[in-house]
Nanobody, 114 residues
Framework: QVQLVESGGGLVQPGGSLRLSCTVSGSFRSNGMGWYRQVPGKERELVARISAFYDTNYADSVKGRFTISRDNIKNTLYLQMNSLKPEDTAVYYC?????????WGRGTQVTVSS
């Protein structure tokens, strides 16, 4: 069974940057992949996605600030987050897109606060 392990979260001040990583235990080169986030009491939302052909798409709330990328050799998905805002605070997860084919990982907490 494929496992997803997210890392790179932490506490950062508004305007700061973080780089998240998602290590996939198996090959994901044929899958579209996405970064999702969830805050307590709300549904998980898609913030960025990248196709198997490296086409990217972003939620309006993060467009121009976040960049998704993938390394099919390392089986790793990345999310570069710049100009972070308090409303970006959430647990961030990765999974396939459009359907979430893999079991969810534990996620990585991102907290944006002064």
């Amino acid at each position: 069974q494929v496992q997803l392990v997210e890392s790179g979260g932490g506490l950062v001040q508004p305007g700061g940057s973080l780089r998240l990583s998602c290590t996939v235990s198996g090959s994901f080169r044929s899958n579209g992949m996405g970064w999702y986030r969830q805050v307590p009491g709300k549904e998980r939302e898609l913030v960025a996605r990248i196709s198997a052909f490296y086409d990217t798409n972003y939620a309006d709330s993060v467009k121009g600030r976040f960049t998704i990328s993938r390394d099919n050799i390392k089986n790793t998905l990345y999310l570069q987050m710049n100009s972070l805002k308090p409303e970006d605070t959430a647990v961030y997860y990765c999974n396939t897109y459009p359907s979430q084919s893999f079991s969810w990982g534990r996620g990585t907490q991102v907290t944006v606060s002064s």
